[in-house]
């Protein structure tokens, strides 16, 4: 499996922004797919997953916030980032796995950094 992210960059404290990222391969091990971010310093963290038939996870940090979706015919997933702060500043890893709870795969990580 493949995943190519895209999105990302500088925005200040309460803008938007958004992050897709495409898989290619086997679709039977993207059966959850999602977004992990790894703050300046700090280890990788769950922002949000959403498996084929829409069940979410976020995290509650960004809860209200961030939106998770997909679509399945392009076996895509995006991340709608609202009312962005400048704890979220990290880098974005799309993941991809056969659960929510086995996100075996990774693509490459993209930056986000949001100025106060």
């Known amino acids: 499996v493949q995943l190519q992210a895209s999105g990302g960059g500088l925005v200040q404290a309460g803008e938007s922004l958004s992050l897709s990222c495409a898989a290619s391969?086997?679709?039977?091990?993207?059966?959850?797919m999602g977004w992990y971010r790894q703050p300046p310093g700090k280890q990788r963290e769950l922002v949000a997953t959403?498996?084929?038939?829409?069940?979410?996870r976020y995290s509650d940090s960004v809860k209200g916030r961030f939106t998770i979706s997909r679509d399945n015919t392009k076996n895509t997933v995006y991340l709608q980032m609202n009312s962005l702060r400048p704890e979220d500043t990290a880098v974005y890893y799309c993941?991809?796995?056969?659960?929510?709870?086995?996100?075996?795969?990774w693509g490459q990580g993209t930056q986000v950094t949001v100025s106060s």
């Open positions: 993941s991809a796995g056969p659960s929510m709870f086995s996100m075996n795969y």
């Open positions: 959403i498996t084929r038939g829409g069940s979410t």
């Open positions: 391969g086997s679709i039977f091990s993207t059966n959850a």
